[in-house]
């Protein structure tokens, strides 16, 4: 905490150009709420595919995914004096992805197809988008039967698995975003990934098996 309040306290000097790519996500934050538009468009760079990911991970509708994507930064160019900035900004930004998303399952629970032209599966940013067509293939039934063992998840036990084990963040940043203990993130992941990797085996096996 003290090192985000050393970059917000210490702007760059007179006359030295401002890099925003360089800058910390609560910099940006403060520059976002003095009206800075290439800020938030740094920031929106930064998180877009991330947050894409994960409320496509929890709410299994592609179509829906984008749209709460859309409202969770139009929260941020609209009120960014919402963000505190003692807080760290990516907790507080899943935060918001996520209560969106919560939102958005309570009014209806979407209809997933995944094989629907509008349910195309949105793959990891850092995974490559060309493939071979065997390759492809591949990738697009393990997708697949991802997204349908995800669906078989509570959505307590979803949200932590994807946050962590897809999302890469801490238990602590989890247990923030969620608002639990983090024993408990840690006792939900547990059993997430067992109930993960129990359903991915049996599509697995239901498909005939890993082709080689």
Request: glycine share 6%; proline share 5%; aromatic share 8%.
């Amino acid at each position: 905490m003290s090192s985000i309040h050393r970059s917000i306290s210490s702007p760059p000097a007179a006359g030295v150009p401002f890099a925003l790519e360089e800058a910390s996500d609560e910099v940006l934050m403060l520059r976002v709420s003095e009206g800075d538009s290439e800020a938030y468009e740094t920031l929106y760079n930064r998180y877009r595919n991330r947050i894409l990911t994960f409320v496509y991970r929890y709410v299994g509708q592609r179509d829906t995914a984008e749209d709460i994507t859309q409202d969770v930064f139009l929260k941020i160019y609209r009120n960014p004096r919402a963000f505190d900035p003692r807080s760290r900004f990516v907790t507080w930004l899943y935060t918001v992805a996520r209560n969106l998303a919560i939102d958005s399952l309570r009014r209806k629970r979407p209809r997933v197809s995944l094989q629907g032209e509008d349910d195309k599966p949105i793959l990891e940013p850092s995974v490559p988008e060309t493939h071979g067509p065997v390759e492809a293939t591949l990738m697009s039934e393990l997708e697949e039967n991802v997204q349908r063992v995800l669906r078989g998840l509570s959505d307590k036990l979803r949200e932590v698995f994807v946050l962590c084990a897809m999302q890469g963040l801490s238990y602590e940043e989890v247990a923030r975003i969620v608002g639990c203990p983090v024993k408990t993130v840690s006792s939900r992941l547990s059993r997430a990934r067992e109930h993960f990797q129990q359903g991915l085996k049996r599509y697995r096996a239901m498909d005939g098996g890993v082709r080689r």
